[in-house]
C-alpha cells in the first residue's frame, strides 16, 4: 500500500485550495473562526478538518466561515493553547498530554501501558472515564467536544540503538511532548527527557540534541522522522488523541442551531480521523522499513515492573486523585 494523502481518499493540496470555491464570501459571514493545528498538511487531521469545515459552511448556509492553519503556523502547541483561552483560535485538536499543562488530570490517558488496545481506548474516551476529563478542562475555560481525534499508541525511535530492554534507556536522551507525565515516565524507566513541542523535535533530532523519541508511526512517518532516526522499538506505552477544544465562552456565543452544525460535523470529522490513523498506524511499519527504519517488538513486561518499582503508578494515582484514577481502572486492568 502507498501511503500518500491518495490513500486517504484526498489531495490535501485540493482540498486546501477549496475557499477559492466557496458559495459564500468569508467576510459575510456572521461568525468567523481560525482552526489552527499542530500537524503537517498531509495528516489526516488536516484533511479532516478541512472537509468539516466545507459541511459547516454549507449547513450553515454561510453564516460561519473557519479558517484553516495547518502545520503549526500560529506557533507550537504551548502557544496556540494559550490562544484558544485568549479566543483567538477557536478550533484546536491538541493532545491531553499538552492540555495537562493547565489541566492536570487532562493527560490521564497517557499513564503508561494503561490501555491494552483500542476497544478499550475507545470505551473508555467516549464513556464515563471521557466524560470525567472535558468536565475538567470545561473548568479552565475550554469547551471539549465529545468526540476526542486520535493520535495512537507511542512506539520510541531512537538514532543510536534500540530499545529491547529497560538497561537501554540509561541515559538515552529521548524528546517527549512538553508535559509532566511523559517526563516522569521516562525518568522512572532511567532516560533522559527533554520536554520540547513536535515544531522543534525533527531539529532536536537532527542536530542529536536528543538520541530519539517516541510518538505513533503516522506521526514518525508524517514528520519525516525517519530522515533522522534508525530504530522503531514497538512498546506501545502510551495512547494518546487530539481533544478538539474551543474557547468556551465564544462557544457559549455561538447559537444553538449553529452549535449543533458544529459539533455534529466535529464528531462526524472525530470518527473519520480515528479510521484514517487506524490504517495508517496499522500499515506504516513496511513503508518506514522500505525507508531504512530497523523494527524491534520488546517484551514489555520489565519496563512495566520497573514504573512500579519506581512509584511512579502510585505517583500518579495520587496526583489525579482516586475519582480520576477509579474512572480510568473501570475500563484497564489494575494499574496501581
Ligand atoms: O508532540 C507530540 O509528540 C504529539 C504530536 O504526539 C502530540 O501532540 C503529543
Not at 537532527?206 to 538520541?211: G, P, S
Not at 505517583?315 to 489525579?320: D, I, L, P, Y
Request: net charge positive; with cysteine; glycine share 8%.
Amino acid at each position: 500500500m502507498k501511503l500518500t494523502r491518495r490513500t486517504l481518499g484526498l489531495s490535501a493540496a485540493a482540498t486546501l485550495a477549496a475557499p477559492a470555491l466557496l458559495a459564500w464570501p468569508a467576510d459575510a459571514a456572521e461568525f468567523n473562526y481560525k482552526f489552527a493545528t499542530n500537524q503537517p498538511l498531509t495528516h489526516p487531521s488536516n484533511i479532516r478538518a478541512q472537509e468539516c469545515i466545507k459541511r459547516i459552511e454549507e449547513q450553515s448556509h454561510g453564516r460561519i466561515a473557519i479558517q484553516l492553519f495547518p502545520n503549526n503556523q500560529l506557533g507550537g502547541d504551548t502557544q496556540m493553547l494559550t490562544q484558544v483561552r485568549a479566543g483567538t483560535i477557536m478550533f484546536f485538536p491538541v493532545s491531553g498530554l499538552i492540555i495537562q499543562m493547565i489541566v492536570p488530570t487532562a493527560g490521564a490517558n497517557g499513564v503508561g501501558f494503561a490501555f491494552k488496545d483500542y476497544h478499550e481506548v475507545w470505551a473508555a474516551m467516549d464513556g464515563a472515564f471521557g466524560t470525567y476529563l472535558r468536565g475538567q478542562m470545561a473548568g479552565a475555560g475550554l469547551y471539549v467536544f465529545p468526540k476526542i481525534w486520535d493520535n495512537g499508541f507511542r512506539q520510541v525511535t531512537s538514532s543510536t540503538r534500540p530499545i529491547n530492554t529497560p538497561a537501554d534507556f540509561k541515559g538515552f536522551k529521548i524528546r517527549v511532548p512538553v508535559m509532566p507525565l511523559e517526563v516522569s515516565m521516562f525518568e522512572a524507566l532511567g532516560a533522559a527527557p527533554t520536554g520540547i513541542n513536535i515544531n522543534e523535535a525533527y531539529s532536536a533530532l537532527q542536530t542529536k540534541l536528543v538520541d530519539g523519541e517516541e510518538n505513533p508511526l503516522s506521526i514518525i512517518y508524517n514528520w519525516k522522522f525517519y530522515e533522522v532516526q534508525k530504530y522503531v522499538s514497538v512498546t506501545n506505552h502510551m495512547w494518546d488523541g487530539f481533544w478538539l477544544i474551543s474557547n468556551r465562552r465564544a462557544w457559549e456565543k455561538l447559537p444553538k442551531d449553529m452549535q449543533e452544525i458544529v459539533q455534529r460535523n466535529m464528531d462526524q470529522a472525530a470518527l473519520d480521523q480515528r479510521g484514517d490513523i487506524r490504517k495508517l498506524n496499522d500499515n506504516l511499519q513496511g513503508q518506514l522499513q522500505k525507508l531504512g527504519m530497523v523494527f524491534n517488538n520488546p517484551d514489555t513486561t520489565p519496563f512495566r515492573a520497573m514504573l512500579q518499582k519506581n512509584n511512579y503508578y502510585a505517583k500518579w494515582k495520587k496526583e489525579f486523585g482516586s475519582e480520576c484514577w477509579g474512572l480510568l481502572e473501570k475500563y484497564t486492568a489494575k494499574l496501581a
